[in-house]
Each structure stands twice: as structure tokens, then as C-alpha cells.
């Protein structure tokens, strides 16, 4: 089981990003974003279920969407109105049963 993400940059704030993570090897019924900014531990940024169900952490709803193309078995982390507080590295993340699947994680750098 493979999770690789990308779309990962430097952003002045404000503007937008798209995060890819292309999942190979199985196919999860829930995926999620995971977040880890330096000194801090990593969170929980959005969920979303195959049937198209999200959710979101309070600090990123209304400017962040997720979304699935199950024919491709990937998912995406649209961010807009980025921030310099959502500079971290991001994790695609899938659990398989028992087993956590994470991705290799992608920087993402929003200057002020």
C-alpha cells in the first residue's frame, strides 16, 4: 500500500493551494489530511468517507475542501485564503483495518 502526495509549495497568504495523494495497493473507506507544524504534534485536519461525507478541524473550515475521485483512488486538500498558522507539513492518511497507512508528507510554507 502506497499514499504519495503532492502539490506541496510556498504561498503568500491569502492565496491557494492543491494537495494530491494518489493511493495505491487498497482502497480505504475513509481518507484523511493530517497536519504537523514544527514543535507541535500532528492533527487532524479533514475527513472525508467514499460516500463524500467530510469534516473539517474548526481552524480550517469554510477555506479548506476535501474531496475523492474514487476512479483514481485520490484525494485532495483544496486550500484557499491560505494563512502563515497553516505553514506544516501534510499527511494523506488511510487506515486499513488495523494498520495506519500515512503518505510521506508534503511542506507547505504560507509567507506573510
Known amino acids: 500500500v502506497q499514499l504519495v502526495e503532492s502539490g506541496g509549495g510556498l504561498v503568500q497568504a491569502g492565496g491557494s493551494l492543491r494537495l494530491s495523494c494518489a493511493v495505491s495497493g487498497s482502497i480505504f473507506s475513509i481518507n484523511d489530511w493530517y497536519r504537523q507544524a514544527p514543535g507541535k504534534q500532528r492533527g487532524l485536519v479533514a475527513v472525508?468517507?467514499?460516500?463524500?461525507?467530510?469534516n473539517y478541524a474548526d481552524s480550517v473550515k469554510g477555506r479548506f475542501t476535501v474531496s475523492r475521485d474514487n476512479a483514481k483512488n485520490t484525494v485532495y486538500l483544496q486550500m484557499n485564503s491560505l494563512k502563515p498558522e497553516d505553514t506544516a507539513v501534510y499527511y494523506c492518511?488511510?487506515?486499513?483495518?488495523?494498520?495506519?497507512?500515512w503518505g510521506q508528507g508534503t511542506q507547505v510554507t504560507v509567507s506573510s
Open positions: 472525508i468517507t467514499s460516500g463524500g461525507s467530510t
Open positions: 492518511h488511510g487506515k486499513g483495518g488495523l494498520v495506519d497507512y
